[in-house]
């Protein structure tokens, strides 16, 4: 009895030990009718919790972050997002097609700059007065032409010919002629035309290139989520193992000890060896889970010159990241999450605005149907010895097409886009609404799962402990008491999963919203 006794105080120890992946919620809320005493990590545990701020991934009560082995700061879920923002290479590609927009926006307006055009003519030719004889000209002409946005063009021009001008040059007074102009589209490329449309077109060119980097960082934030509460559940599941294999190893030593002086048989521990061997595959395994979250999560994290980081180490898990108790989401709280997604939704924004691109190319082929009928009007003044002072040329040029096929097509090619387009906004309005109602499920489907594990931990604990105590008092064995640990400990890994899928479902709703 004595020997027995001895060595279930040092299983208490083991226990003892392992006991800081106990939540202090787990043993605030036991099973009715039987009373679980918190350990002293579990006591520290609540007093961190109970004494923490707003947590600012979540808007819920968490301990303050403290810095882990080596002064690592914890890596926080905000975090990620910010280096995301500042430096993921996708992220800063979808940025340089911004500017991309910019520059081809910049082009199309290059179509209403200002044009200066100098010409100069020297001709020699036969007489026609005085056949055989060389007669000579020379001309120099000066124009700037400018077109509006409205379709109207102006130009200002200065002619100047001498010598014995033939056609295409006609005289001109010894200081040129000078003319102010302007032609005006009465009808067709009034206020709609190609070049006004196309700038138009470029302008919401730039929108579109906004809304694309948007997307990108919704689509680069959403998977840095998954990633990242993968990462710490990965981290809990590796300390329970390290945990279980420390309290295997506390008893194997016991065991050892108390066969050599032939207190307990050898096959005691064997099987006190077996269970360390076992624990220490486990841990590996928990190890290697680990690494692949790490390196998975680092995919997220990049330096200034566009390098992954090194993964994220063990000290930058924050304590009791999954230590925050999962809440039901209600029905008003849907609502509220479906009318926002649908007012900041980027794929709804962009369907926005490829239909503005589209009623412009629509307009436009409207426009193209109508037949031209341009009015031109030039007057001037001819100058200096041999003018002939003012002048004025004026004309109206009129052209009606017999048949309108290139203006039917593009007019039928824009209506059937448009409402292509529709049906695209709505199959993308219904799938961002199942989009919310899913998320929500799994948020509510979590917590429900939540609420029983936790039950099930309280009762694995209560188990566990209690079939020390029977081995203390010599009625168990160390088969029955490995086995209570075991299922503690995978109690345990369960409740780590469960609310490392709740976390995943609020990230996920909150991405939903564009709450970033």
């Not at 004595?2 to 030990?17: C, E, M, P, Q, R």
């Not at 968490?62 to 914890?74: D, E, R, S």
Request: some cysteine; charged content about 25%; proline content about 5%.
């Amino acid at each position: 009895m004595t020997s027995k006794l001895w060595f279930g105080a040092v299983a208490w120890l083991g226990i003892w030990l392992g006991g800081g992946c106990a939540s202090a919620a787990w043993a605030q809320a036991p099973l009715p009718g039987i009373v679980v005493s918190p350990t002293e990590d579990e006591r520290r545990l609540a007093a961190a919790v109970a004494h923490a701020g707003p947590d600012p991934q979540s808007g819920r009560r968490t301990g303050a972050p403290t810095p882990g082995p080596g002064g690592a700061p914890p890596l926080l879920l905000e975090r990620v997002f910010q280096i995301i923002e500042n430096q993921h290479p996708k992220l800063r590609g979808s940025v340089i097609e911004r500017r991309v927009a910019t520059a081809k926006r910049i082009e199309k307006q290059g179509a209403f700059d200002p044009i200066l055009s100098i010409s100069t003519d020297y001709l020699r030719y036969n007489s026609a007065s005085k056949r055989g004889k060389v007669s000579e000209a020379f001309g120099i002409g000066t124009e700037v032409n400018f077109l509006t946005r409205s379709g109207i063009k102006f130009f200002a021009s200065s002619n100047l010919n001498l010598g014995a001008t033939k056609s295409p040059l006609s005289a001109t007074g010894d200081f040129g002629t000078y003319e102010f102009g302007l032609k005006v589209p009465l009808f067709r490329d009034f206020r709609i035309n190609e070049k006004s449309v196309g700038e138009r077109q470029a302008f919401l060119g730039e929108s579109q290139a906004d809304i694309a980097v948007v997307q990108t960082r919704l689509e680069l934030f959403r998977k840095a989520a998954d990633d990242y509460w993968d990462w710490v559940a990965a981290k809990r599941r590796l300390d329970v193992a390290r945990n279980l294999l420390k309290l295997a190893e506390i008893r194997n030593d016991a065991i050892r000890q108390r066969t050599v002086v032939g207190d307990l048989p050898p096959i005691d521990a064997v099987e006190a060896e077996q269970e360390v061997q076992r624990r220490q595959a486990a841990l590996a395994k928990a190890e290697r889970d680990f690494q692949k979250a790490q390196f998975k999560l680092s995919l997220s994290l990049w330096l200034d010159d566009v390098t992954t980081q090194p993964p994220p180490d063990e000290g930058s898990v924050l304590d009791v990241s999954l230590q925050l108790e999962p809440t039901e989401i209600t029905a008003a709280e849907i609502n509220d999450a479906i009318a926002l997604a649908l007012q900041r939704r980027p794929e709804l924004q962009a369907i926005a605005v490829l239909k503005d691109t589209v009623r412009l190319d629509l307009e436009l082929a409207r426009n193209q149907r109508r037949p031209i009928l341009d009015l031109a009007l030039v007057p001037g003044r001819d100058a200096g010895p041999g003018g002939i002072g003012t002048t004025l040329k004026a004309g109206v040029i009129f052209e009606l097409p017999l048949r309108q096929r290139t203006a039917d097509g593009r007019i039928a090619q824009a209506q059937l886009k448009l409402q292509k387009l529709d049906l695209e906004e709505r199959t993308l309005r219904q799938q961002i609404m199942t989009e919310i109602y899913d998320t929500a499920s799994a948020i509510n489907t979590a917590w429900q799962r939540y609420l029983a594990t936790k039950r099930e931990l309280e009762a694995a604990i209560v188990l566990e402990r209690g079939e020390n105590q029977r081995f203390m008092l010599g009625d168990s064995s160390l088969f029955l008491v490995n086995q209570r640990e075991r299922a503690t400990a995978e109690a345990r890994n369960k409740l780590i999963d469960v609310q490392a899928e709740y976390e995943q479902a609020r990230a996920a709703l909150r991405l939903a919203m564009m709450q970033f």
